[in-house]
């Protein structure tokens, strides 16, 4: 699905690379940096929800020095509201700041 959207705004097929095994936003900057690293890339654009950008950047600074600039996507469920934030949308922001305790906790965010 990503790739499919890059190539229709027209990034080349064979510039797309993409890290498919991890199961959470820590797994995947670890991957992702270990993916930048081993083709010499020395920053990458981050591209994620507007829910878990603050999370995502906060770990991304944490486990890796290459830097990162985050792309908020702009079509989200974040973005919808006509008066005030819907019940999942409140949940969706009570996840993620539960999610950036539980990593701080962890040690993956400083």
């Known amino acids: 699905m990503v790739r499919e959207l890059a190539v229709t705004l027209g990034v080349p097929d064979g510039a797309i690379v993409l890290e498919t095994q991890a199961a959470s936003t ?16 020395r920053s990458a654009l981050l591209v994620t ?8 950047i906060l770990t991304w600074q944490s486990q890796t020095r290459i830097p990162v600039r985050p792309v908020p996507g702009t079509q989200s469920q974040f973005y919808s509201h006509d008066r005030g934030a819907s019940l999942e949308q409140i949940h969706g922001l009570l996840h993620e700041y539960s999610a950036i305790a539980v990593y701080w906790w962890r040690g993956w965010i400083k």
Do not use: K
């Open 26 to 41: 820590y797994q995947n900057v670890v991957f992702t940096s270990r993916i930048l690293e081993a083709h010499g890339w």
């Open 49 to 56: 929800s507007p829910y878990n950008t603050r999370r995502a």
